[in-house]
Each structure stands twice: as structure tokens, then as C-alpha cells.
């Protein structure tokens, strides 16, 4: 027996209100958080219960004395595993009767917002890796400072993080204006143009428009999303190898046809795994 079946009764009801909102944004926010973190995808072999990361270690640079041999050294290779714990499913059951007498393509209504919870459910999932810093530094304010923001540089640049274009700061939406008032802080908008925009692209590839990218400052892509509750003032400083995601199972639609309801069942599912990397130290939270 299914939890939920979609009735002719309720889609007299709403119909006029799903057409209504199909034109307006999806309420639930695409993924945000999964192109800030690296994607280790390629190391989901079939079999393999986990994606077996390789890091290598470095050399050291030694100076050679006259009459002396040089000092030999070697590699010391070790790695992380992402294991693929998460398989994440959303199903609905459409009646025939119920998709006939639409007047909107119910079943691919049904898929793009599966599509969209599955985006929301990777971001929580990733945010509950990516919260584990190994830094915690606390402020007696509560709105965000350019101090927030050079610290942060300090300390990633004190543990050997790359100060390159992967620098993200996430934040929730109760602290985006206050990011946004920042002297230094440089709107998403004002990039959307030249050799900017296409560096852009590069950082997301799904395109800027919906991922909660709202601008860049003190080095940072400033990324604002939902799933950084509403209490938590802090700012999460990292860069984008300080956690990561590995696919197993990209999102999957299947479709059966079910006799006993005369509907039609779909499913949408994918299996991935999420970790923070390194121990943490790759990022900083820095609030109140």
C-alpha cells in the first residue's frame, strides 16, 4: 500500500494552482554547495562499497655538500575513502485518470521537482561534512567583518590551502545582506560580462543563476543557501578540497507501470557518499 497516490479529486482541486506554479521559481533551491566541493566521481568503480581517494606526499628540497651524496627520498602515498552510504529515493504514484485530466504534464511535473529535492538532499548532506572544521574561532558579534574574512585567509594559509579561485565562504541568507554591505564585496551580477563570465562558467557549471553564488570578497566566492540554519551566525570558510562527493549511481529514473492502481509509478534515485577531507583542516568557521 502507497503513502501517497495522486487523485483525479486533487488534481481538480489545484490544477489551476499548478499551472501557476510552473511559472514561477521552484521553492526548492538547486544544488549550491556540490560544485564548491571536489568531485571524486571518477573513483567509483563497479564493485567498490567506497571512492579510494590517492595523496601523495612531498618532497623536501635538501643542499648537496661538496665530497657528500645527495639525500635520497621517496614518496609516501596514502588516501581517503568517500564511502557510498547515501542512497537517496523519491517515488510518487500518478492514477491515469488523474494525468488525463490534467491540463499539465503531471508526470514531468513530478520529475523536475523529484530532481530538485534530490539537489536540496545532496546540499544537506554535504553541509553536514562540510561543518566539520577543525578551526572554530568565535566572534562577540554577530554580523559578519572584513576580519572574518582576513583571519579565515590566515589561518587556511597558515595549514598550506591553495589561495586560488576555489576559496568559498557559505553563509545563510540572514547573514547575505550583511555580507553584501561589505566595502570590498563584488556582486555576481557585475561578473556576468567578458573573460569574467567565463571563469564562471568554469567554477559552475550548471550556470550562476539559482546555484546561491551572490558575489566574491577578500578572495572569496560568497555562496548563500537554506541549509545553513537561520541560528547559526557563523561564516564556513574552505576551499574546495577540504570535503568532497563520489557518485556511484548518478540520478536514476525508472518508470512501472502498477495495474492495481492504474497509474503510473516513478522513481528517482541516485547513491553517493560525502566526507570531509583532510581532517577538516582545509576550512574555518569563524561567528558568534
Known sequence: MYDQITTVAEIDEVSMEIIASIVQTELIQASALAVTVGDYSQF????????????????????????????????????????????????????????????????????????????????????????????????????????????ARKVLREANVPMDAQLYAVVNPTN???????????????????????????????????????????????????????????IYFYHSSHAGIAFQLRPRIQEQYMLEHLGLLVSMDQLYGVKVLDGGVRGIRIGA
Open 44 to 151: 567509483a568503480v563497479q564493485g567498490a562499497n567506497a571512492a579510494k581517494i590517492p595523496n601523495a606526499g612531498s618532497f623536501t628540497v635538501t643542499k648537496k655538500q661538496a665530497g657528500q651524496k645527495a639525500l635520497k627520498q621517496k614518496l609516501s602515498f596514502t588516501g581517503d575513502q568517500i564511502p557510498f552510504t547515501e542512497h537517496a529515493v523519491v517515488q510518487g504514484l500518478v492514477e491515469d485518470i488523474a494525468s488525463i485530466q490534467a491540463n499539465v504534464p503531471v508526470v514531468a511535473e513530478y520529475l523536475r521537482r523529484m530532481a530538485s529535492a534530490h539537489a536540496l538532499q545532496v546540499d544537506v548532506d554535504l553541509f553536514a561534512q562540510i561543518k566539520l572544521m577543525s578551526t572554530q574561532s568565535y566572534t562577540t558579534g554577530s554580523t559578519p567583518t572584513k576580519k572574518d574574512f582576513t583571519k
Open 176 to 234: 547575505e545582506k550583511e555580507i553584501m554591505d561589505l566595502d570590498d564585496f563584488v556582486d555576481a551580477d557585475k561578473w556576468l560580462s567578458g573573460s569574467e563570465s567565463a571563469k564562471l562558467s568554469g567554477m559552475f557549471p550548471g550556470g550562476v543563476a539559482g546555484t546561491g553564488f551572490i558575489g566574491r570578497a577578500y578572495g572569496f566566492n560568497i555562496i548563500s543557501t537554506n541549509v545553513v540554519p537561520s541560528s547559526d551566525n557563523g
